[in-house]
């Protein structure tokens, strides 16, 4: 399995967290597992770190690089450049 590891600073997270439920969907259908995990920084819990489960390491690339997803994180209010790694669980 591969996973996606993203972190960025949102300007509220009440308001990412209903844009990044919604669009769950979305990441099924573009190969994501569904087995998904968000964390806060407890200093900043406007800083968002993400862990998803997905396919295969082209289908998370693919997502990734989709620009529907950098419109919804606009619009979330995502507001530092992501993060990203790809990961595999050995």
Known sequence: MIFIN???KVADFTKWRHYFDADLARRKDSGATGIEYV????????????IMQWENLEKARMFVQD???????????????PEVR???YD
Do not use: C, Q, W
């Not at 964390?39 to 993400?50: A, F, G, K, M, P």
């Not at 620009?67 to 450049?81: R, T």
């Open 67 to 81: 620009p529907k997803l950098v419109e919804i994180m606009k619009n979330a209010g995502v507001m530092s450049e």
């Open 6 to 8: 993203v972190r960025h």
């Open 39 to 50: 964390y806060r920084d407890l200093e900043d819990t406007n800083t968002v770190t993400i």
């Open 86 to 88: 790809f990961l595999r």
